[in-house]
């Protein structure tokens, strides 16, 4: 299994995360990442910028599920204030706003496909990954993910190149 963050989207403050688009370049970042991709299926959120970074991979028709949405969780004008409220999340701490860990890791793993690319959010991603004992520094990985960004899910996770 291949996990894709999604493609850098056009930030909008003024309208949900949800239907964010792709920022300029983008989906050219996208469709090179895709010539590297190789998976059975595609599964995306159903949140715009990933639907759309996964039309952008080139890598076959995207079914989408709301498994793979972001983590619930309020808009932060500060990043360093969500920053330190993903790091209490990933550390398990109930944070106010926030959907529960253990909803958006359930719903997550619910729709998981091991043949697959499957196209999602940061704090989600790392969320399942942390859960299945495959990162011991969820922060660190959250923290340092790219615009998109790929890693295979095998034996050990490895970033794609």
Known sequence: MILVRHAKPLVDPTIPPAEWDLADGAREAATELGSRLRGTRVLAST??????????????PVRTSEAFCE???PWY???????RDAQRWFAG?????????????HRFGSAVDGQSVVVTHGT??????????VLTEPFAFWRDLRMPDAWELGPT?????
Do not use: N, Y
Request: net charge negative.
């Open 157 to 161: 996770l490895m970033r794609c190149p």
């Open 47 to 60: 949140e715009r910028k990933a639907i759309a970074t996964a039309e952008a991979l080139g890598l076959g």
């Open 71 to 73: 983590v619930g969780r």
């Open 77 to 83: 004008d500060d990043g360093d204030a969500m920053a």
């Open 93 to 105: 701490e109930r944070v106010d706003g926030w959907e529960p860990f253990a909803d958006a890791v």
């Open 124 to 133: 989600v991603m790392t969320a399942w990954l942390l859960s299945r004992g």
